[in-house]
């Protein structure tokens, strides 16, 4: 990546201050950036001293087409890799079992065991790379298979950054790629905290997100309240199982949708921040200022992409990759314009990443902290909308928490009025989405768009059973047993994971052995 400037001002050669000031106030009324409650930001110099990191969320088909994927995008300059999985292996099933049939690599890379993930990071030093996995029901299971491939690399884990997604909560609220009943979810998240400080001290143990809860239809409030909600209960659990505050709060990590409304948008940011620092100060009483920071990614919004006009879609996503920049984001993916019809292809993607790289290069925005503050509109916006969300968590509190709410289908039924609401609006045109309510045009030539090699299942499908058939069988079933035991005895299942995916267990046969323990969530 191009160094940040030597020397910062406009094209018109302005100095460029490092954060700018009330013009009435030469000291500033509202703390800096870097400082308690971190409204203007988390680090004192933001994007002047490193720019946020640009990843682009790929993965499709098999391991191999991931890979040329994400070496692509590494030579066209992108900053991180960001993992996408395919539905069987979100929900813990290989590629032969009957539930994955229609589905291996459709919405992401199919893995199945260690020796696809040697393949997926083949010629990628992982110990340089920050990788985000989403990846939340079967997030232990790729965090060990991530571990075990780095140490076949030699990496030092203790040095290894990255990000398994890990948010669990939002599955029963908004997506549904769960897998057993909550409190044995929240039991395996916080198993994972808890290797992760000991062995891993440089990874994020949890992305939480209110991404997934914005792309089911929720306002910015809600997506606000209800992702601090899951928030206070991740960090509940974890002090239920005796790790304290500081220890592991300075690696939790958050997840925001970069939507549609600009100046929402950024406000939206801002409000979450401060409402974060205070709920870890005041509230779980954290001491070290990193337990405070609402460190967080953005992706630009799914759900504002339409099929109609595709090259539209540009548009929009650059002005959500604006508003995550001015909102303060430390890593950003921005959407290629034909995944609304699709995955994207390589020019789609590359285009999405070249839009990041403008944004940084040639915008300015990245060359003072915060420019939006002191904005009367961008004030009052993150005024209201934190009053709107500490109304709206207190609800959640009233019903128990985030757990209990999600259980009473609380945050459903919210998301799905939201959603309704919204729709309602675009069909009287009281919303306008163009192309597709409004300024329609008739389309005579669709796109070109990715399309899934029709073999790979077939291909995948041969290759776990080859794994199978040639593996040192009982090394295998008494690492099985060994995650079974674990997770009756209520012992860390982490190391047991990892001697598993090392002995050459899939991912299914793990799943299936904490199924057998945990049952399933219907």
């Given at each position: 990546m191009p160094l940040r400037k030597a020397k910062f001002e406009t094209s018109s050669g302005i100095p460029i201050d490092r954060i700018s000031k009330p013009i009435s106030s030469p000291d500033g009324a509202a703390p800096d950036a870097g400082e308690y409650p971190f409204t203007r930001g988390i680090y004192p110099e933001m994007y002047r001293s490193r720019l946020w990191t640009m990843r682009q969320y790929a993965g499709f088909g098999s391991a191999e087409e991931s890979n040329r994927r994400y070496k692509y995008l590494l030579a066209s300059g992108t900053t991180g890799l960001s993992i996408a999985f395919d539905l069987p292996t979100q929900i813990g099933y290989d590629s032969d079992h009957p539930m994955a049939a229609g589905e291996v690599g459709r919405v992401g890379v199919a893995i199945d065991s260690l020796e696809d993930f040697d393949i997926l990071f083949d010629g990628i030093e992982m110990a340089k790379i920050s990788t985000s996995m989403t990846i939340n029901a079967t997030a232990a299971i790729l965090l060990a298979l991530y571990v075990a491939k780095a140490k076949k690399q030699g990496a030092d884990l203790k040095l290894l950054s990255g990000t398994a997604q890990n948010d669990i909560l939002k599955e029963y609220a908004a997506r549904g790629t769960y897998i057993y009943p909550p409190s044995q979810s929240m039991r395996i998240v916080t198993d994972i905290f808890r290797w992760c400080a000991a062995e891993l001290p440089s990874w994020n143990t949890i992305s939480i997100s209110g991404y997934h809860i914005r792309e089911a239809g929720s306002t910015a409030v809600e997506e606000i309240a209800f992702t601090l909600a899951n928030g206070i209960a991740y960090v509940e659990a974890a002090i239920g199982a005796g790790l304290s505050i500081d220890d592991f709060a300075p690696r939790l990590s958050f997840f925001f949708n970069a939507h549609s409304n600009f100046f929402e948008e950024i406000a939206k940011f801002r409000a979450a921040r401060t409402l974060w620092a205070g709920i870890m100060r005041d509230r779980f009483h954290a001491k070290n200022p990193d337990s405070m920071k609402l460190r967080f990614h953005s992706q630009t919004a799914g759900s504002t992409l339409t099929a109609q006009q595709v090259e539209n879609n540009i548009v929009r996503t650059t002005i959500e990759a604006m508003a995550a920049v001015l909102g303060g984001t430390q890593s950003l993916h921005t959407n290629g314009k034909d995944e609304?019809?699709?995955?994207?292809?390589?020019?789609?993607?590359?285009?999405?990443?070249?839009?990041?790289?403008?944004?940084?290069?040639?915008?300015?925005?990245?060359?003072?902290?915060?420019?939006?503050?002191?904005?009367?509109?961008?004030?009052?916006?993150?005024?209201?909308?934190?009053?709107?969300?500490?109304?709206?968590?207190?609800?959640?509190?009233?019903?128990?928490?985030?757990?209990?709410?999600?259980?009473?289908?609380?945050?459903?039924?919210?998301?799905?009025?939201?959603?309704?609401?919204?729709?309602?609006?675009?069909?009287?045109?009281?919303?306008?989405?163009?192309?597709?309510?409004?300024?329609?045009?008739?389309?005579?030539?669709?796109?070109?768009?990715?399309?899934?090699?029709?073999?790979?299942?077939?291909?995948?499908?041969?290759?776990?059973?080859?794994?199978?058939?040639?593996?040192?069988?009982?090394?295998?079933?008494?690492?099985?047993?060994?995650?079974?035991?674990?997770?009756?005895?209520?012992?860390?299942?982490?190391?047991?994971?990892?001697?598993?995916?090392?002995?050459?267990?899939?991912?299914?046969?793990?799943?299936d052995a904490l199924r057998r323990v945990f049952g399933e969530y219907a």
């Open positions: 609304a019809l699709a995955l994207p292809t390589e020019e789609a993607a590359r285009t999405a990443l070249r839009t990041q790289q403008i944004i940084a290069y040639e915008s300015g925005i990245a060359d003072t902290v915060d420019p939006m503050a002191g904005s009367y509109f961008v004030e009052y916006l993150t005024s209201e909308l934190m009053r709107r969300a500490e109304i709206l968590m207190s609800e959640i509190a009233g019903i128990g928490g985030a757990v209990s709410a999600i259980e009473a289908g609380f945050y459903q039924e919210r998301i799905a009025q939201s959603a309704y609401e919204f729709q309602k609006k675009v069909e009287t045109k009281e919303a306008i989405v163009v192309g597709v309510n409004e300024f329609v045009t008739e389309e005579l030539i669709a796109p070109e768009t990715l399309r899934i090699d029709p073999e790979l299942e077939a291909r995948q499908t041969a290759a776990v059973r080859r794994i199978r058939a040639r593996r040192d069988a009982k090394r295998t079933n008494d690492a099985l047993a060994e995650v079974e035991r674990a997770a009756k005895d209520g012992e860390n299942i982490m190391p047991r994971l990892l001697s598993a995916v090392e002995a050459n267990a899939t991912l299914g046969e793990i799943s």
